[in-house]
T-cell receptor, first 114, second 113 residues
Framework: GDSVTQTEGQVALSEEDFLTIHCNYS??????LFWYVQYPGEGPQFLFR?????EKGSSRGFEATYNKEATSFHLQKASVQESDSAVYYC?????????????FGLGTTLQVQP | VTLLEQNPRWRLVPRGQAVNLRCILK??????MSWYQQDLQKQLQWLFT????????VKSLPGADYLATRVTDTELRLQVANMSQGRTLYCTC??????????FGPGTRLTVL
């Protein structure tokens, strides 16, 4: 079945550091890809999506580019802040076009020190 | 603006007892409603999507059995039974159309006694 792999379980950075969280997917079709963020005690929040090859999604300074050849959708931010500390989830829609079912990666906990 | 209301927000569940959860949609522009579970390791898993009143589905997963019902255009329910490990249940809503984002509710946290 379809799946999402996030390489990093935890990332520890200092403010103004550059962030990369790696996300790779496996899918039989042509899925849409998403990033969600979850703060303590809250439900996940939609960050952005991309639905076709080479499309860039972005929000709040975060961005990722859909790479169909590499089956990747890596999250990046140029300069992180303490307030970015949260759990980040990469997800794909399954089946493609039916976004009501999302398949999530295991999540990456980002801790940013002041 | 709060799109979804979930109750209860938390519940202690005696082993072997079922619990009933409710989710209320506050904005009819997002009629596609779903349930997700998040386990103690923070893994998120889709359970159901129910679009129309009267829709009903069941599912058994490791650690719990589920019965979901779309009661009305604005109310979604979930019965959780035979739960052996704690978890959090999230209701979501989304608009019509491909790749529409899903909005998550605040969640209901269940703990097994």
């Amino acid at each position: 079945g379809d799946s999402v792999t996030q390489t990093e379980g935890q990332v520890a950075l200092s403010e103004e550091d550059f962030l990369t969280i790696h996300c790779n997917y496996s899918a039989s079709g042509y899925p849409a890809l998403f990033w969600y963020v979850q703060y303590p005690g809250e439900g996940p929040q939609f960050l952005f999506r991309a639905s076709r090859d080479k499309e860039k999604g972005s929000s709040r300074g975060f961005e990722a580019t859909y790479n169909k050849e590499a089956t990747s959708f890596h999250l990046q931010k140029a300069s992180v802040q303490e307030s970015d500390s949260a759990v980040y989830y990469c997800a794909l829609s399954d089946p493609p076009g039916n976004t009501r079912k999302l398949i999530f990666g295991l999540g990456t906990t980002l801790q940013v020190q002041p | 603006v709060t799109l979804l209301e979930q109750n209860p927000r938390w519940r202690l569940v005696p082993r072997g007892q079922a619990v009933n959860l409710r989710c209320i949609l506050k904005n009819s522009q997002y009629p596609w409603m779903s349930w997700y579970q998040q386990d103690l390791q923070k893994q998120l898993q889709w359970l159901f999507t129910l679009r129309s009143p009267g829709d009903k589905e069941v599912k058994s997963l490791p650690g719990a059995d589920y019965l979901a019902t779309r009661v009305t255009d604005t109310e979604l329910r979930l019965q959780v039974a035979n739960m052996s490990q704690g978890r959090t249940l999230y209701c979501t809503c989304s608009a019509q159309g491909d790749y529409a984002e899903q909005f998550f509710g605040p969640g209901t946290r269940l703990t097994v006694l």
